[in-house]
């Protein structure tokens, strides 16, 4: 019985058959000689003859055609037009393949959609094969080595649904920062079952590990224990606890009718010039509405000096310190991406997605600075020198 599978086996077959004749007889004409001719011909020593065959697969619009011999040369300067062109034509197909999956489309909808375009069908497995390199790069770019100073380092983490035995939420630890010339770079991306210091102090050792000895201040939504973890690691940083946060758990914990005074008045606490202005503030704000709220502050006067560690910078750089809203937006921007996804089958898959978004991303940031580092650099240098006074940092 003939089916569609077994036509499209069929035709696999003789075009690769084709393919190996038509490449044979190109070298042919390459090298200037029948096969079975002496080498040496008129009593001279031919420079090229033929040098067997290498086997290697090629994708073609009827899907992968495995183990095509190729013929080559003794001096290397063979390869086959017909193959050439071929290539220039699968390569539109491979780069269509790359685009979906980095969209976030499945192998097997993959597979249907080039059917549809080129009328050939490519399996599964082979769209599984050609992203492959896609692992390695990621790889790479997970180990590759890092500057030695960041003025920031902002960490994060999202949530995605991973298949193991079942269906799993894992922790996707990020972390971004803005170097000391004012360049922003999404620096790693790690996966957990769980977001907890413990394991946040891992991936700061990771930093290190690839070169990071200096950090002037870490930006995070305050989860516990992070700041011993940091100080463990990077004992002369800085530590800023996220003061959109802060506000947020704060307006969550009050009457819908104070909500729109009550903001105006946590304004006056953190948009000051020095920590002793916003103590006397949040002060007066504590006095303000303790009678409705008697424990709503304590989080503020606990938290206070990591709240208001952005004031140690230029003032230029304070609006991009006290907030974790950059990470934030680059969260959003890969939820966006996994949102079609109900699990991913493997961590594999989900880092690779991940990967697509963040490289993507950095590529932006690579024509972008953040405004004022060339002014104000004097000033940095010197609170570099305050917070590592015995530092060869360069």
Not at 176 to 201: C, F, H, N, P, Q
Not at 232 to 239: C, D, E, Q, V, Y
Request: charge should be positive.
């Amino acid at each position: 019985m003939i089916t569609r599978e077994n036509l499209d086996s069929e035709l696999s077959r003789l075009v690769k058959c084709m393919m190996e004749v038509m490449m044979e007889k190109e070298r042919t004409g390459f090298l200037g000689y029948e096969k079975g001719r002496p080498i040496v011909s008129a009593g001279k020593q031919r420079d090229n003859h033929r040098n067997g065959h290498y086997e290697r697969d090629f994708l073609s619009s009827l899907g992968l055609i495995e183990d095509l011999n190729v013929p080559r040369d003794r001096l290397g300067e063979f390869y086959p037009k017909l193959l050439e062109a071929m290539e220039l034509r699968s390569g539109k197909v491979e780069d269509l393949i790359v685009a979906l999956y980095s969209k976030g489309m499945s192998t097997r909808d993959i597979s249907d959609i080039i059917e549809t375009i080129y009328g050939g069908s490519v399996s599964p497995q082979t769209v599984t094969n050609l992203t492959k390199g896609i692992e390695e790069e990621r790889e790479a770019w997970i180990k590759r080595p890092l500057k030695k100073r960041y003025t920031a380092i902002f960490i994060d983490a999202i949530w995605i649904k991973i298949r193991r035995d079942v269906v799993s939420t894992d922790a996707v630890y990020l972390v971004a920062g803005i170097d000391e010339k004012g360049r922003k770079e999404i620096l790693g991306m790690y996966i957990g079952a769980t977001e907890s210091a413990v394991v946040w102090e891992e991936h700061l050792q990771d930093l290190k590990d690839r070169g990071v000895s200096g950090v002037l201040i870490f930006i995070s939504d305050g989860l516990a224990g992070l700041k011993g973890a940091i100080k463990r690691k990077f004992p002369n940083a800085l530590t800023q606890r996220c003061i959109v946060h802060q506000v947020r758990g704060t307006l969550g914990n009050v009457r819908n009718k104070h909500k729109e005074e009550m903001a105006e008045d946590l304004k006056t606490i953190y948009h000051v010039d020095t920590n002793e202005k916003a103590k006397e503030n949040l002060r007066a704000v504590k006095d303000k509405w303790y009678k409705f709220y008697p424990r709503l502050f304590r989080g503020w006067e606990e938290n206070i000096e990591d709240l208001m560690a952005h004031l140690a910078f230029p003032v230029f750089l304070r609006k991009y310190l006290y907030t974790t809203n950059w990470l934030e937006r680059i969260n959003k921007s890969l939820r966006k991406v996994v949102k079609t996804k109900n699990s991913f089958p493997t961590e594999n898959s989900a880092m690779n997605l991940l990967y697509f978004k963040i490289r993507e991303l950095n590529e932006k940031y690579e024509e972008k600075r953040v405004p004022g580092f060339d002014k104000y650099k004097p000033e940095l240098e010197e609170l570099w020198k305050k917070r590592y006074p015995f530092s060869t940092l360069s």
